[in-house]
């Protein structure tokens, strides 16, 4: 009786845990997504994503995917980009910005 049932607790517990530490996990790279792509954009375009509409969908094996992005607004990033094509090259100290894309749950 008490033995079951507090094995079937622990079972529960478990399940629990771990369930939440997968949808922290999710929500930490979805949040991650708009950064990163706001540093690439902002290295390789000077554009900087300011907000927009970021859509993830799970397979069936349980992987995260984008699959839509919409109603993206970018701006001139503020820090000019490092040795642009046609620039000489030099080193550049890296970039000492915060950029401005706020992640919304």
């Known amino acids: 009786g008490n033995d079951q049932e507090a094995l079937h607790q622990i079972m529960t517990n478990h399940f629990e845990r771990?369930?939440?530490?997968?949808?922290?996990s999710d929500r930490a790279r979805i949040s991650a997504l708009p950064v990163l792509v706001s540093e690439r954009l902002s290295y390789q375009c000077g554009l900087e994503l300011v907000s927009g509409d970021f859509e993830f969908e799970r397979d069936c094996k349980g992987q995260l995917w984008l699959t839509d992005a919409k109603d993206l607004f970018f701006i001139h990033a503020s820090v000019?980009?490092?040795?642009?094509?046609?620039?000489?090259?030099g080193e550049q100290p890296p970039p000492l910005k915060m950029f401005r894309y706020l992640s919304e749950e």
Do not use: H, I, M, S
């Open 18 to 24: 771990f369930r939440y530490l997968d949808c922290v």
């Open 80 to 89: 000019p980009r490092p040795n642009a094509p046609g620039e000489p090259a």
